[in-house]
Nanobody, 124 residues
């Protein structure tokens, strides 16, 4: 399975972006997935995760209420809708996945597959 993240860009504070993570495999519905981000000079951090149930999102406190994780199994794609963006959301965003149905996967070591990252820059 290969993961391809896209949708990053430059946006003003208060704006919105939607990231996508497309999977190449036929077993997308059996993947639990997540988003992480890494800001310059900082460690990569958990953003959100989703299990097989499309309504099963779990969020880091810093993004809860502003970001929404979702998945479309028919399109083999996971999304991260980011609203009310802040300059501190600036980072490279990575998608990740592992097989199995897990409602909370917040640690990097829990994931087996990673996408290449997409840059999100929020200007003040």
């Amino acid at each position: 399975v290969q993961l391809q993240a896209s949708g990053g860009g430059l946006v003003q504070a208060g704006g919105s972006l939607r990231l996508s993570c497309a999977s190449s495999g036929r077993t997308f519905s059996k993947l639990s997935m997540g988003w992480f981000r890494q800001a310059p000079g900082k460690e990569r951090e958990f953003v959100a995760s989703i299990a097989w149930d499309p309504s099963s999102g779990y969020y880091a406190a810093s993004v809860k209420g502003r970001f929404t994780i979702s998945r479309d199994n028919a399109k083999n794609t996971m999304y991260l809708q980011m609203n009310s963006l802040k300059p501190e959301d600036t980072a490279v965003y990575y998608c990740a996945a592992r097989y199995g149905n897990y409602y909370l996967l917040a640690r990097e070591e829990e994931y087996a597959m990673w996408g290449q990252g997409t840059q999100v820059t929020v200007s003040s």
